[in-house]
Nanobody, 117 residues
């Protein structure tokens, strides 16, 4: 099982980025998928957003509501995170993850997002 994030980079505050997560090795059609991030100097990964496999219901951290949009393409085993109105505090390594049941057990290697002022 492999999950690979892409789309990170350097952007100015107020700009946008679109992250992608491509999964292989298993069909994630029935998995809950999520995005997490680890900011500099933090030891833990914080929840950003998730999307269910049943009806596509999305959940967001309060800090990104209204700015980020999570989506998935089950046919292509791919998930996206559209990030708009980026802030310097969004700077982090972003990880995608998949949960067959309650826990996220599959993780990508992360992609760096840096937002400059």
């Amino acid at each position: 099982v492999q999950m690979v994030e892409s789309g990170g980079g350097l952007v100015q505050a107020g700009g946008s980025l679109r992250l992608s997560c491509a999964a292989s090795g298993v069909s994630f059609r029935r998995y809950r998928m999520g995005w997490f991030r680890q900011a500099p100097a933090r030891t833990e990964r914080d929840f950003v957003a998730s999307i269910s496999w049943t009806d596509g219901t999305a959940l967001y951290a309060d800090s990104v509501k209204g700015r980020f949009t999570i989506s998935r393409d089950n046919a292509n085993n791919t998930m996206y995170l559209q990030m708009n109105s980026l802030k310097t505090e969004d700077t982090a390594v972003y990880y995608c993850a998949a949960a067959p049941r309650n826990d996220y057990i599959y993780w990508g290697q992360g992609t760096q997002v840096t937002v400059s002022s």
